[in-house]
Nanobody
């Protein structure tokens, strides 16, 4: 019943600033930590960012620190990833994820199907 649906991906130029969105349903959204992971072709899935259930704290991977911002709107059951200054190495499928309590690099309980972000030089 839990559904996480990502949107906002596509082809962007280096330096672009798209925003990814994730719509959650089938869960008590405000009680879940949310996060974003990504997976590039031939690479393992990597952690990108997470946000606490209250939105009071966030944590980003070093690779995106200072460039990406995760946020959430509990009233709308939405989580976002604002991406700035995109680099070609940011090209990957981006996955929305959820976990009760906390979420980190070890993984999550629920996953979206992913949205492709391709960054051209």
């Amino acid at each position: 019943q839990v559904q996480l649906v990502e949107s906002g991906g596509g082809l962007v130029q280096a330096g672009g600033s798209p925003r990814l969105s994730c719509a959650a349903s089938g869960l008590t959204f405000s009680r879940y930590a949310m996060g974003w992971f990504r997976q590039a072709p031939g690479k393992e899935r990597e952690f990108v960012a997470t946000i606490r259930w209250s939105g009071g704290s966030t944590y980003n991977a070093l690779s995106v620190k200072g460039r990406f911002t995760i946020s959430r709107d509990n009233a709308k059951n939405m989580v976002y990833l604002q991406m700035n200054s995109l680099k070609p190495e940011d090209t990957a499928v981006y996955y929305c994820a959820a976990r009760q309590g906390s979420l980190g690099p070890t993984g999550a309980d629920y996953w979206g199907q992913g949205t492709q972000v391709t960054v051209s030089s």
